[in-house]
């Protein structure tokens, strides 16, 4: 199959080049040149595992190309995959300018028997509207379908070979059974391809996102009301984890959800349902759960500190999102670090990651440091923010000579609280006695 993947940011790239692994011919199409001259070096712009190797394998196989040329992509392909950013507007709801250019641009280019697929998160309604938008500018009705992404940063290229389910929004069968057939390579017994309307697909991506933010903002809520009455949130998950009802996944409270996709997303369903005049109260808790969650250090240091940190050196281990990316949108690191820059604090900090994206925001007011260990030279405590493997088990001897003060603010709950008493440190986690 022929197909041309226009966007090569994150979810445009992923899916374009296992789509190229399983044999079909794909051109990932950017307006970027840069970015394209760089990927056809086998450059790739982000941090994902198992990725660049992909890359270079496809394209050195040639089935992945890279191009600027719309126009050549689009006339050569059965399947254009919209995957352009739509970032989120000042009132919460998506950006949609880059995609509405995109369907302009390329309509006139568009075969016979094209069909278009959206796979970027987009409003509800949109897979609608690029239908409508095309047969005005066409004079005739174009396949467009919905198929909406579930990869997770750091574990896309796992996610997207086995999916656990995949979904597609459609208004003729035909159409389905060609994608079935683009994916029929990454499905495993059991995993099923789903087909519905293109309304239902779009809302299926937000439903996921939303419910899973759910599950987070719940539990760190849960996790507060246990250091308050004494009980620890750990044993709380296990105990309501075994009812199979409920399960333990997306149970781990902590810092507060951040990343590209959850708090966006969030915000985005809510903005929708307020324009069908609906009061969204379950996702505006949820968001607002997660704004006081992202303080939760902040509260726990000022706590500890009586608000006097000016001068204070403060390791923060771990900056982006999440494990095993470099991304740092809406990081509950930034929080901590503006935190620690207003009241004069030196914050001194390592990601094995996710420190440049880090530098171009802050440049030279933080020190950077190139391992966790050198974090720690001569700081007044300690925040953890990613639950980064390397920090799980770290030297607690070597960490005590380091440190001036010998206190630990664990944003992840990585260690034990008792063995970190015995260990001789102050130790403040998330849900559990300190
Ligand atoms: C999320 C979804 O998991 C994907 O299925 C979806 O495709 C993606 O958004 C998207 O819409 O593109 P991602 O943002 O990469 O993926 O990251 P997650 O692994 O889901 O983690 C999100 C945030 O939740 C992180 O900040 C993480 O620390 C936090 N989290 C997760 C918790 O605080 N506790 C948990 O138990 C789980």
Request: charged content about 25%.
């Amino acid at each position: 199959m022929k197909i041309a993947m226009i966007g090569t940011g994150y979810v445009g790239l992923v899916t374009g080049t296992c789509f190229a692994d399983s044999g079909n011919e794909v051109a990932c199409v950017d307006i970027d040149e840069t970015k394209i001259a760089r990927l056809r070096e086998g450059k790739v712009p982000i941090y994902e595992p198992g990725l660049t190797e992909l890359v270079i394998r496809n394209s050195e196989s040639g089935r992945l190309t890279f191009t600027t040329d719309l126009k050549a992509a689009v006339s050569s392909s059965r399947i254009i995959y919209l995957a352009v950013g739509t970032p989120p507007a000042a009132d919460g709801s998506a950006d949609l300018t880059a995609l509405k250019g995109v369907v302009d641009a390329m309509a006139p280019h568009l075969t016979a028997d094209a069909i278009v697929v959206t796979k970027s998160t987009v409003p509800v309604g949109t897979n609608q509207f690029i239908y409508e938008r095309l047969e005005e500018l066409l004079g005739r009705q174009v396949d467009v379908a919905s198929n909406p992404e579930f990869l997770k940063e750091g574990a896309a290229i796992d996610d997207f070979m086995k999916p656990d389910r995949v979904v597609v929004g459609v208004r003729r069968p035909e159409v389905g059974e060609v994608l079935a057939e683009l994916y029929r390579p990454f499905l495993r017994t059991d995993h099923p391809f789903l087909t519905m309307s293109p309304q239902s697909a779009e809302l299926t991506k937000y439903v996921a996102n939303a419910l899973l933010s759910t599950k987070i903002s719940f539990i760190n809520e849960m996790a507060n009301l246990c250091e308050h009455m004494g009980g620890d949130i750990n044993d709380v998950r296990r105990g309501i984890g075994h009812d199979s009802r409920i399960g333990f996944a997306f149970l781990f409270p902590g810092v507060g959800y951040g990343g590209s996709c959850f708090p966006k997303d969030v915000r985005a369903l809510a903005s929708m349902a307020r324009d069908q005049g609906l009061n969204p109260r379950i996702m505006d808790a949820v968001d607002e759960v997660n704004q006081h969650q992202k303080t939760i250090l902040v509260s726990k240091i000022d706590q500890h500190f009586k608000t006097d940190i000016a001068g204070k050196r403060f390791a923060i281990w771990g900056l982006a999102f999440k494990p095993q990316t470099d991304d740092i949108r809406e990081a509950p690191a930034l929080t901590l670090i503006d935190y620690l820059l207003e009241n004069g604090a030196l914050p001194q900090v390592h990601d094995p990651e996710a420190s440049e994206n880090i530098r171009a925001i802050y440049g030279s007011k933080l020190i950077y440091c190139e391992s966790a260990m050198d974090a720690l030279n001569g700081a007044d405590a300690l925040a953890i923010n990613t639950e980064w493997k390397a920090y799980h088990n770290p030297n607690f001897e070597e960490m005590r000579s380091r440190m001036n003060g010998h206190i630990v603010f664990d944003g992840r709950n990585l260690y034990e609280p008792e063995k970190m008493v015995e260990r001789g440190f102050s130790y403040h986690s998330i849900g559990r006695p300190a």
